[in-house]
């Protein structure tokens, strides 16, 4: 199957082809903000819920310990004894981990807390499919979302391996009801009532331009082992003309998507991805995509490894025109196992700032070469091999 755009093709209209394919419009006149590690994405969050005056929604894949979880764990409180409606969603894997005495603290001061699907022997089936997004909506005004989870790993600049490297987006403008929407899909399905947040909307007042930049908001659901996330990106890497740009913290294609970075990159696209390098979480996830690294170098793919500590941002630039962020992560089960916000971005300088993120990021990285993946000994390889067999978990 060839998958490229010739150069005698008309010029891209990256908009008409993403709306099309993705079925949602893009929405003008946003303001978007950079926000990158704990340093730049904590204090924005905590001021946007301190100076809530009618509602504050935080869904969170993790909320884990540390000062940071303590401090969000107050104002969350806080808000919510003066009288503001807080309601927060954890997901029931991803936060399992969290302090009960946080969790007593918030419903003791009138937090409204919900725990996405609660592991049921009967209900098996739920297990595997959890909400792996972040968002938080503060006045339905300003939003937030991106890779970060609540907990000391993320506090700190990435200056070692304790503070892991982070990108976050601070939104302003109609785009924030997209954010909303994703909020309410997993408060609705957990069975709670959405009676006061529909009237609050429609008496609300239309959200006025903030800024430059058109979003495209994508809340993705896993189904049938397929998600729109899936089709996205698909859909970026077949547009690319000139330069592919992806950070991800789990880097695990389906053979699909492998096969069309090899295509684009034999077509002449530059085509770089940044993963993590020694400091990783799950090491399982990494040694199981280790076949692929070869063919996708001899293809001319670069590959950097990050040096300094865990990297958890996940990023795809497309020819400066494009950018996909959120919480989707280039792997198989932000592909089709987890409810995902991904949101497309056209505005040169959000593009432009994320470019100079990725070439800084490169710095402290190290590339790949194919020859290393080639001349694995016979024990790593076999291991390889059978992780390779739980690629679709990862």
Request: proline residues 0%; aromatic residues 6%; charged residues 30%.
């Given at each position: 199957m060839n998958h490229s755009l010739?150069?005698?093709d008309a010029e891209i209209d990256y908009q008409q082809a993403l709306e099309t394919t993705l079925g949602i419009p893009f929405t003008r006149g946003n303001r978007v903000r950079v926000?990158?590690?704990?340093?730049e994405i904590f204090p924005p969050m905590l001021e946007a819920i301190r100076q809530a005056r009618f509602s504050v929604e935080f869904l969170t894949f993790i909320y884990w310990k540390g000062d940071i979880a303590d401090e969000f764990a107050e104002a969350l409180a806080e808000r919510a004894r003066a009288g503001v409606q807080v309601r927060v969603i954890l997901d029931a894997v991803g936060a399992m981990n969290m302090s009960g005495t946080l969790v007593d603290s918030m419903q003791t001061a009138g937090v409204d807390i919900v725990w996405f699907r609660p592991p049921v022997r009967w209900k098996f089936w739920q297990a595997d499919n959890r909400t792996h997004r972040k968002v938080l909506v503060c006045d339905g005004r300003i939003a937030f979302t991106g890779g970060v989870g609540i907990s000391e790993e993320w506090q700190g600049d990435a200056r070692n391996p304790d503070e892991w490297r982070e990108t976050h987006f601070q939104i302003e403008g109609p785009a924030v009801h997209g954010l909303q929407a994703a909020f309410i899909d997993n408060w609705v399905e957990a069975d709670r009532s959405v009676r006061g947040e529909v009237t609050r909307i429609i008496r609300a007042e239309a959200l006025e331009p903030a800024g430059n930049s058109q979003v495209q908001v994508l809340k993705a659901a896993a189904a049938v082992n397929w998600s729109p996330i899936a089709t996205m990106f698909h859909v970026l890497l077949t547009l690319a003309r000139h330069k592919v740009r992806i950070t991800t913290a789990y880097f695990v294609p389906n053979p699909g998507l492998a096969q069309l970075l090899q295509e684009t990159a034999q077509r002449g696209v530059d085509v770089q991805i940044l993963i993590p390098g020694p400091y990783h979480d799950q090491r399982m996830a990494q040694l199981a995509q280790e076949d692929e690294y070869a063919p996708l170098l001899e293809?001319?793919?670069?590959?950097?490894s990050?040096?300094?500590s865990m990297i958890h941002a996940k990023v795809v630039?497309?020819?400066d025109?494009?950018?996909c962020v959120g919480s989707a992560n280039f792997n198989q089960r932000s592909m089709s196992k987890d409810d995902e916000l991904a949101l497309l971005i056209m505005d040169e300088a959000v593009l432009s700032e994320l470019d100079r993120h990725f070439e800084e990021d490169c710095t402290r990285a190290a590339e790949m070469q194919a020859g290393d993946y080639r001349q694995r000994g016979l024990f790593?390889?076999?291991?390889?091999?059978v992780l390779s067999l739980f690629r679709q978990q990862m």
């Open positions: 010739t150069d005698s926000l990158r590690n704990g340093v293809a001319g793919v670069r590959i950097w990050y040096q300094t630039a497309i020819d025109t494009v950018a790593r390889r076999s291991k390889v091999k």
